[in-house]
């Protein structure tokens, strides 16, 4: 938790496991530093159909002790339609990832609404602990809803064999790759049941080659996996090969000042031409913001 900002109550503090905020009936008020409390759906429940997201006027500001007050976001507004791939870039500092956190009920805003299905936080790391194997760590969403242990693990074994985990459910963190150590984090991300998903750089740490596998990776599961999602990404090629749209913010406080639409098919290929052009596009708006 940030220093002078409140998390939710009965939020996850860091939001590790998916225990988010639920949804649209309890909607982040404006002047509110806190979003409603509302009790917990079992973590396996079916993602609600029907659902996207609306983010209306949204500003917050740091509190600092040490200074001025760091405004970081000022009056942001995006929506994401049911199903839809929303990528949101921006200079680095520019309150990307606070806006996630705010979706999430992580963080209550000072001024704006936020409406939508709940809504899950996948942050830059994995965080799986070392001391549960690879299944453990994806069960762990479950077992926090009180789900037993043994029908937990069953219903994370069959996401393993969707995700391309088969054979090492029992490795523990240490023991496996950076790119099987995200599939984990997302498979747990997944089994949290929430309909939105907010992905924070969820493949920055990789290298080149591994993210180029993983971005693949991701595109094939979401269409097993349908969901609605939200991801924030320094990496403008990324945000084409996977989005639908691309919201690009300026610098800090962060405005939205561009969007731009992906009218591409997939599977789409970093490399591709018309990924090649709609990127150069991007990159002309994101100049614009100074980044």
């Known amino acids: 938790m940030v220093p002078g900002k409140e998390s939710s109550?009965?939020?996850?503090?860091?939001?590790?496991?998916?225990?988010?905020?639920?949804?649209?009936?309890?909607?982040?008020?404006?002047r509110s530093r806190t979003a409603a409390p509302a009790p917990a759906p079992a973590a396996s429940a079916v993602?609600?159909?029907?659902?996207?997201?609306?983010?209306?006027?949204?500003?917050?500001?740091?509190?600092?002790?040490?200074?001025?007050?760091?405004?970081?976001?000022?009056?942001?507004?995006?929506?994401?339609?049911?199903?839809?791939?929303?990528?949101?870039?921006?200079?680095?500092?520019?309150?990307?990832?606070?806006?996630l956190e705010v979706v999430c009920g992580l963080l209550g805003p000072d001024g704006g609404s936020v409406g939508g299905p709940p809504a899950v936080l996948m942050p830059q790391r994995d965080l799986l602990l070392p001391w549960l194997d690879a299944l453990e760590n994806a069960a762990l969403s479950l077992r926090l809803a009180g789900q037993r242990r043994a029908e937990a693990q069953l219903a994370a074994r069959e996401l393993f064999a969707e995700l391309g985990l088969d054979g090492f459910e029992r490795a523990r963190p240490q023991e496996l790759s950076g790119g099987m150590r995200q599939r984990v984090a997302f498979a747990r991300t997944l089994l949290s049941g929430k309909p939105l998903l907010c992905l924070d750089e969820p493949f920055g740490a990789l290298d080149a080659i591994t993210r180029g596998e993983m971005q693949q990776w991701l595109a094939r599961s979401l269409e097993l996996e349908p969901r609605t999602v939200l991801l924030v990404t320094h990496d403008v090629e990324e945000a084409i090969v996977l989005c639908d749209r691309?919201?690009?913010?300026?610098?800090?406080?962060?405005?939205?000042?561009?969007?731009?639409?992906?009218?591409?098919?997939?599977?789409?290929?970093?490399?591709?031409?018309?990924?090649?052009a709609l990127r150069a596009d991007a990159l002309v708006l994101l100049a614009g913001t100074g980044s």
């Open 47 to 99: 993602p609600r159909p029907g659902q996207g997201l609306v983010v209306d006027r949204l500003t917050l500001t740091y509190p600092s002790e040490r200074g001025a007050p760091v405004a970081a976001l000022d009056g942001v507004s995006l929506t994401a339609r049911p199903g839809e791939l929303v990528a949101v870039v921006g200079p680095s500092g520019c309150g990307k990832t606070t806006l």
């Open 246 to 276: 691309v919201v690009v913010l300026s610098r800090r406080p962060g405005r939205v000042v561009a969007e731009l639409e992906v009218p591409l098919g997939r599977p789409r290929r970093a490399g591709d031409a018309e990924v090649a």
């Open 9 to 30: 109550p009965g939020a996850d503090p860091s939001n590790l496991w998916g225990n988010a905020r639920e949804g649209s009936d309890v909607t982040t008020a404006t």
